[in-house]
C-alpha cells in the first residue's frame, strides 16, 4: 500500500529528509537513493507518494518516493466522478423535476461542510493538534457529503490511501447512493419533499448550526 506525504523537510547537500504523511502527521525519513527518479531533486514541500520501510537498524523509512505530479491516474478522477454525480442531481432535480430540488442543496450544502472538515483534519494533523474523529467525517459521506469527501481526498491528499477508512468511506457512499435511487419513486420522492419542507429549517437552526459552531470554531 502506498502512502502519501508532503516533503516538509530536506537537506540537499545531505541527500535526505523528512516527509510528513497525510493521513496520521508522522514524519518519515527518506533518503535520496529512495526517489525513482534519480535525475530529479527534491524540492520542500512537494507532494509525494511512498512505501513504507526500514533501514538496517530497523528505524521506519520511505521507499520507492514517487513524486505526486509523475503518478498516472487511469480512469476519471475521484474529483470529476463527484462533479458528475453532483450536476446528475441538479438535472434530475431543476430539468426532470424527478426528485425534490431540495435535494440539489443538500448535497452541495453537505458536500462544502465535509471538505471543509477534511481540510480542518489535515491541517490538525499536520500540527499535531486535535483531530476529526473518523466516524464523523464517515457520518459527514453518508448524509450526502461524500461529493465533497472524494475532491477533499483527492485535492488535498488526505485519506485517501487507508484501507480500512476507505472500505467504511465506500459503504457510505453506496448507501447513500441507494438512498438516493428511492428519490425516483414518485410515492418516496412526495414524501421527502413533504419532510424537507417542514424539517428542513428545524435541521439547520438545531442541529447544523451547533454541529458548525462545535467543530468549525
Given at each position: ?14 541527500g535526505f529528509g523528512f516527509i510528513t504523511s497525510d493521513d496520521d502527521g508522522k514524519k518519515i525519513f527518506v ?125 488535498l491528499r488526505h485519506k485517501s490511501k487507508k484501507e480500512s477508512f476507505r472500505f467504511i468511506f465506500w459503504t457510505t457512499v453506496l448507501l447513500n447512493c441507494g438512498a438516493f435511487a428511492l ?35
Amino acid at each position: 500500500m502506498r502512502n502519501q506525504g508532503t516533503l516538509t523537510s530536506w537537506n540537499d547537500e545531505r541527500g535526505f529528509g523528512f516527509i510528513t504523511s497525510d493521513d496520521d502527521g508522522k514524519k518519515i525519513f527518506v533518503h535520496i537513493n529512495s526517489f525513482s527518479n534519480r535525475g530529479r531533486r527534491p524540492e520542500l514541500n512537494q507532494a509525494v507518494s511512498y512505501a513504507l520501510s526500514s533501514d538496517s537498524k530497523g528505524r521506519p523509512c520511505a521507499a520507492n518516493v514517487l513524486f505526486a505530479d509523475e503518478q498516472r491516474k487511469s480512469g476519471l478522477s475521484s474529483s470529476v466522478i463527484a462533479l458528475l454525480f453532483l450536476a446528475a442531481v441538479a438535472i434530475c432535480s431543476f430539468y426532470l423535476n424527478k426528485i425534490p430540488r431540495l435535494i440539489f442543496i443538500v448535497y452541495v450544502f453537505a458536500s462544502l461542510l465535509t471538505f471543509i472538515m477534511y481540510a480542518k483534519d489535515k491541517s490538525a494533523a499536520k500540527n499535531g493538534s486535535w483531530r476529526t474523529p473518523e466516524s464523523t467525517l464517515h457520518l459527514l459521506a453518508l448524509l450526502c457529503g461524500w461529493p465533497g469527501a472524494l475532491i477533499a481526498q483527492q485535492t488535498l491528499r488526505h485519506k485517501s490511501k487507508k484501507e480500512s477508512f476507505r472500505f467504511i468511506f465506500w459503504t457510505t457512499v453506496l448507501l447513500n447512493c441507494g438512498a438516493f435511487a428511492l428519490l425516483f419513486i414518485p410515492e418516496v420522492s412526495v414524501e421527502v419533499q413533504y419532510w424537507l419542507d417542514l424539517k428542513l429549517k428545524f435541521w439547520i437552526g438545531n442541529i447544523a448550526k451547533p454541529f458548525i459552531t462545535k467543530y468549525l470554531q
